[in-house]
């Protein structure tokens, strides 16, 4: 009989240890889906912002057009997790500043793409759930796109104004 009441105690150690365990994981999880989202969330918003006001500042629609077609479908699978995760985007008021230059804007952007790739390939460490873990590579791919863009465009007027040196 003490055998088996120990044997019963030990198992529902065990059960409620694990059950904390993975209450704690699926919270800690959520806490880094909303962590993902939210950082996610504000570059695009941030983005977007600042095509507008670059593109109105110097009357240019290329390449910014191009760039904001990309991101839509990117929030538009950001909106779709927070819905699924039951999260809320943040409401984020953006006041963005157009450069004096393009040349400045390109650069800047660029840096921010680079900063934006590392900030996903720290996500990528941590243990998430499958449809995040894609949405991460889907965003990863979109900033790499857009640092190219941004590389390509610095390194073509580098040439043109060696050129005409």
Known sequence: MKRITIFILIISTLSCVFVNATQNKEQVNKQLVQNILNTAYSHLKTCEQEYKAVSEKFNREKPFVKLQRRLD???????????????KPPRIAVSVKAPETLDD?????????????ETYRGFLKEEMP??????????????????KVYKFILETKNKLNKARS
């Not at 479908?73 to 999260?87: A, H, I, R, T």
């Not at 804007?105 to 790739?117: F, R």
């Not at 873990?133 to 790499?144: D, F, G, I, Q």
């Open 105 to 117: 804007y390109y650069k800047y952007a660029l840096e921010k793409e680079k900063n934006m790739l």
């Open 130 to 147: 499958q449809d995040v873990r894609s949405a991460v590579h889907k965003l990863m791919e979109l900033s790499a796109n857009n640092a």
């Open 73 to 87: 479908p990117c929030m538009d699978m950001l909106n779709q997790l927070y819905k699924e995760y039951g999260l």
